[in-house]
């Protein structure tokens, strides 16, 4: 399938600890947005980036638009123990069309509190 | 406002039944979708629609049917249902015509027999 390469594709890490977490793709992108996923839930949008070199900020969230437009990536500072989730990132205006949006396959972050 | 939301929350089917999951949006979005989730795999997009009375294909169209007669509703059917059609279905909209900064609905958890 059409899909972004996600890494880490999980991460156990210690509370307070701060994650990092990219995306790649070998087509440019126009957009790229991070999503977290709760168990049971849907996705729920964190971040947009709509620019080559965009940096953004959400709390303690920050995600990075790459120079080069094939890349992304997500840092969470000081976790705490409601970060625990499915991270995706997603890719918009590339090869598979404008009105499409292409999913990494995922970052499970585990806490140990 | 309710977002995004689906029904049902969960389905068991036998092998060759129909059924439709429904979706609806109260946002007045544009751009409407189905995905379906599968472990490892993120979200892979079946069907979207930019407005009412137009829908077209995603990545994995096969076997699943849509029509959108309003734009609030976007209902996915299953034609004949096949075990590889077990997954966790998501509906989403946007603003305007464009994918970006999708709303995902709960999901419906379906299995099929």
């Known amino acids: 399938g059409q899909q972004l390469n996600q890494s880490p594709q999980s991460m156990f890490i210690q509370e307070g600890e701060d994650v990092s977490m990219n995306c790649t793709s070998s087509?440019?992108?126009?957009?790229w947005l991070w999503y977290k996923q709760d168990p049971g839930e849907g996705p729920v949008l964190l971040i947009a980036?709509?620019?080559?070199?965009e940096l953004t900020s959400n709390g303690r969230l920050t995600a990075q638009f790459g120079i080069t437009r094939k890349d992304s990536f997500l840092n969470i500072s000081a976790s705490i123990p409601s970060d625990v989730g499915i991270y995706f990132c997603a890719g918009h205006g590339g090869p598979w069309g404008a009105q499409k949006l292409v999913f990494g396959q995922g970052t499970r972050l585990t806490i140990n509190p | 406002n309710a977002g995004v939301t689906q029904t049902p929350k969960f389905q068991v089917l036998k092998t060759g039944q129909s059924m439709t999951l429904q979706c609806a949006q109260d946002?007045?979005?544009?751009?409407m979708s189905w995905y379906r989730q599968d472990p490892g795999m993120g979200l892979r997009l079946i069907h979207y629609s930019v407005g009412a009375g137009i829908t077209d294909q995603g990545e994995v169209p096969n076997g699943y049917n849509v029509s959108r007669s309003t734009t609030e509703d976007f209902p996915l059917r299953l034609l004949s249902a096949a075990p590889s059609q077990t997954s966790v279905y998501f509906c989403a909209s946007s603003y305007g015509t464009g994918v970006n900064e999708q709303f995902f609905g709960p999901g419906t958890r379906l299995t099929v027999l």
């Open positions: 087509s440019i992108f126009n957009t």
């Open positions: 980036l709509y620019k080559a070199g």
């Open positions: 946002m007045n979005h544009e751009y």
